[in-house]
């Protein structure tokens, strides 16, 4: 840090850099300059990183399974490189999540973007989309309904990938047998979020 910024430092109040920071996202929002709008939001099950562009909410990532910088160079690749810190643009998720992990909520109506999918990997999540609260299915039947019957493994790929759990409940998959199986957070989350929607 120059002396200069150390100059401006002492002598902006402490919250001025997150208020610059908003005024810059806001505006660059209103010039149209942002693509996809992130921040990280605390949960139950750890910090979430939550992205969206102007379709709707195309990343959900859990903080500590990968980087940050992960997930940005995907949506950077995937999306847009056009993307900015812009926490007002994600109030919608951020609501319904809360909602959702104080049992308030059994469905979500965020609109989804579903472009980090493509092929047989998006009609998977677009079924297990619609994977009731407090119900669950298999890997087999998410296969079935994406086309594929026999497709389990690559089924259990696609849902290991989802970029949207949660919303998209990767986590009402399980084996067969019954068994949990996979989750790209990790089982104890798993095992947790299917807790809270009572169908453990």
Not at 36 to 61: F, H, M, N, Q, W
Not at 174 to 191: A, F, M, N, V, W
Request: charged share 30%.
């Amino acid at each position: 840090m120059t002396n200069i910024e150390k100059d401006l430092a002492l002598r902006l109040p402490p919250d001025a850099s997150r208020v610059l920071a908003e005024r810059f996202a806001a505006r660059a929002e209103d010039e149209g300059l942002v693509d996809i709008a992130y921040t990280v939001e605390d949960s139950p099950v750890g910090p979430l990183l939550l992205a969206a562009t102007k379709r709707g909410l195309v990343e959900l990532g859990f903080e500590g399974q990968k980087e940050l910088d992960f997930y940005l160079e995907r949506l950077s690749r995937g999306v847009s490189p056009r993307i900015l810190e812009a926490p007002a643009r994600l109030d919608p998720v951020r609501r319904e999540l809360d909602e959702y992990f104080e049992g308030r909520r059994t469905r979500f109506d965020v609109p989804l973007d579903w472009s980090l999918s493509k092929g047989f990997t998006q009609r998977i999540l677009r079924a297990t989309a619609k994977v009731p609260y407090g119900e669950v299915s298999t890997y087999r039947q998410m296969a079935a309904k994406a086309g594929n019957e026999r497709a389990v493994r690559a089924a259990g790929n696609a849902l290991g990938a989802n970029p949207i759990p949660i919303v998209v409940p990767c986590h009402r998959i399980l084996r067969t047998g019954g068994s949990l199986g996979g989750y790209g957070g990790g089982p104890e989350r798993k095992e947790f979020l299917l807790r809270l929607e009572g169908a453990l």
